[in-house]
C-alpha cells in the first residue's frame, strides 16, 4: 500500500512538473516574440585594425548596478542583449591593452547600439584605463531596417500634452498625423467653449485628447500595436490603446513606422513600444496637478455679454462646463524590508539588487457631452401646445375661400387627406381632424365639441418636457449637456536580482474608467417635475483595464540567454 501511494504521488509531481514546463514553454515562446529590450554590439580591434578575439566586455546597468560578461569570439564581435532600455557603461579588457571604458551608452527600446571599440594604448605603468566619454548616439541607423524615433521619458514630462496623453507626441515622428475632424479622431486640447475637439469612435476613451488616434503613413487608425513592457497592451473593442500608462512612469516609447522587425507583427501601421520606469538604488519621485476650466481662463467671443443677447425668455447664452483635474505621482527606488531572525543586519537593503517603482494617477472631467461635438438643440411642445392649442401647425391662408380659393396657392399650402369614414376631403396642411372626420376649427381642441376633454395623459407628456428656451416650432430648446468622466489608476512594477545570472520583474497596472452623461433636459426643468430619461447615450459608461506583466531573464551562457 506504501508503495502504491509513492508511485501516485510520483506521478501527481511529475504531471504538474510537465505542466509547468510547458507553461513556462509558452511563456518563453511568447516574450521571445515581443520585446522592449535592447543590445549592445560592436568589435573589437588593436591599434592596427585586426580583431582582439578573448577580450572580456562588462555591460553595467548605471542605475540598477547589474553587470554582464560575455566574451569576444573569433571573429572579434560581441553582443550583449536582452537589455533593459537605460544609460550603461561598457568595460572592454584584453591583455596587453589598456582597458576601454564606455561610461554613458544610452540603450532605447528595441535598439541595437553598436560601440565603437577599438584599442588605442597597450598597458603599463600608471593608469591603465581609457575612459571614453564623448559616444554619441549613431546618426544612421546601421543595425537593423526599422524607421522609428524613440521619445524619451524627459519629453514625455517636459512637452506640454493636452490630458496627459503621452500618444500625442507620436506625432513628432515623420509619417505620423492625428487626423482632425469627428469621423477619424481629434488632435487634443481644444477650447471646450468654442465647441471642444469632437469625436469618434476610435477615440471614445479619453476623447478629451483624441484617445490613441494616429495614423501611420496613410494607415487605418486601427492598424496600429501597442505594447507595454514588451507585452501586448491593445484593446479588441476600438483597437486602440488598452493601459495608458502615467507619463511621469514612461521611461521612454519608441514608434517604429516602416519596415518593422518580424517579431512585431499584428499591425500594419505603427508600432508603439513604451517602457514602464524602474526603481534604482536612488529614491525618486513626482507629484503632479493639472487644471484646464473657466477659472483664470478666457472664455470665447461669443459668450461675452455683447455678443450673448437674451432670448425671448430672457436668457442669455453662457459657456458649457468644461473642468478637467489631472494629478497623480510615482516614487521608486530601493527594497527595504524588515529582516527577521538572529543576527545580521535589522532591514534588508535592496540596492543594487532590489527595487520598486509605483504609479498613482487620476482625472476628475467635467466637459460638455461628446466633447461639445452633438447638435445643440432638441424640440420640446410650446406653451400653445401644452394647452391642447395646435394652431401653430396649420398651414395659414393669407385669402378668404379656403383650399378652393386658387390665391391661395393649394398646391403648395393644402393637401388632400383621406377619411376614416371613406372620402377625401381639401384642408390645409398641418390640419388635425374631430373624431367625425371634420376638420377641427384653427387646431385648437377647444373648438372641438366632439373630442372631449383633453386628455390628461397627453398633458402629462407634453409638460414632463422642459418649457422653450428659443422661438420657433423646432429645434426651440438649447440644450447644455455635460458629461463626468473619471479615471483612477495605478500601476507597481517590483524589478529583483536572484543571482548575477537571473534577474525577474513582475508589474501590476489598473485602470477604471468611467464616464456619466447627463439627459437631455436637467433634472427640475420639467414644469411637472416628471422629468424625462432622454438623448443619445445617456447614463453611465464603464471601461477598467487591468494588466499583469511578469519577466524571467536568465543567462545561461554568454551566447545564450
Known sequence: MTIIKIRESLSRILLQGCILLLVLAASAMFTFGQSNKGSIVGTVLDPNGAVVSGAKVTVTNNATKETRDVTVGDN????????????????VEAGGFKTLLFSTVTVETNARVPVDTKFTEVSGAGNNVVNVTAEGAPV??????????????????????????????????????????TSVGVLGGGNFANGGPGSSTESTRFRESGGSVISSNGARVTQNNFSLDGVDNNESQ??????????????????????PPAESGRGGGAIISTTFKSGGNQVHGTAFENYQGRFLSAAAAQFDKFNSPPNAQGIRRTPPNYVTHNYGGTVGGPIFLPH????????????NRSFFFVSVAGQRNATPAFGGGEF??????????????????????PNPGGCTN???????????????????????????????????????????????????????????????????LTNNFRRNRSERSNVDSYDVKIDHKITGNNSIFGRYSKSNNSRIRSNNFNP???????????GFGAGDEFGNSRGITLGDTHTFSPTII
Open 76 to 91: 572579434g564581435d560581441f553582443a550583449v542583449t536582452n537589455l533593459e532600455p537605460g544609460v550603461y557603461s561598457v568595460q
Open 140 to 181: 544612421v541607423e546601421s543595425e537593423t531596417s526599422v524607421r522609428g524615433d524613440v521619445i524619451s521619458g524627459r519629453e514625455v514630462t517636459d512637452l506640454p500634452i493636452p490630458q496627459r496623453n503621452f500618444t500625442l507626441l507620436a506625432a513628432l515622428s515623420p509619417g505620423v498625423t492625428r487626423p482632425s475632424g
Open 238 to 259: 476600438f483597437g486602440q490603446i488598452a493601459i495608458y500608462p502615467n507619463p511621469d512612469a514612461i521611461a521612454e516609447f519608441k514608434i517604429e513606422t516602416s519596415v
Open 340 to 351: 527577521f531572525g538572529e543576527g545580521g543586519p535589522f532591514f534588508y537593503d535592496g540596492r
Open 376 to 397: 445643440q438643440f432638441v424640440t420640446v411642445p410650446t406653451l400653445r401646445q401644452r394647452r391642447g392649442d395646435f394652431g401653430e401647425l396649420l398651414t395659414v391662408l
Open 406 to 472: 386658387p390665391a391661395n396657392d393649394p398646391a403648395n399650402r393644402c393637401q388632400t387627406f383621406n377619411l376614416a369614414g371613406g372620402g377625401t376631403v381639401l384642408a390645409p396642411k398641418g390640419t388635425i381632424f374631430a373624431p367625425n372626420g371634420t376638420p377641427i376649427p384653427g387646431n385648437n381642441l377647444a373648438n372641438c365639441p366632439s373630442c372631449g376633454a383633453f386628455s390628461q395623459f397627453g398633458s402629462n407628456l407634453l409638460n414632463a418636457y422642459p418649457l422653450p428656451t428659443e422661438a420657433g
Open 524 to 534: 427640475g426643468t420639467s414644469p411637472s417635475s416628471n422629468d424625462l430619461p432622454s
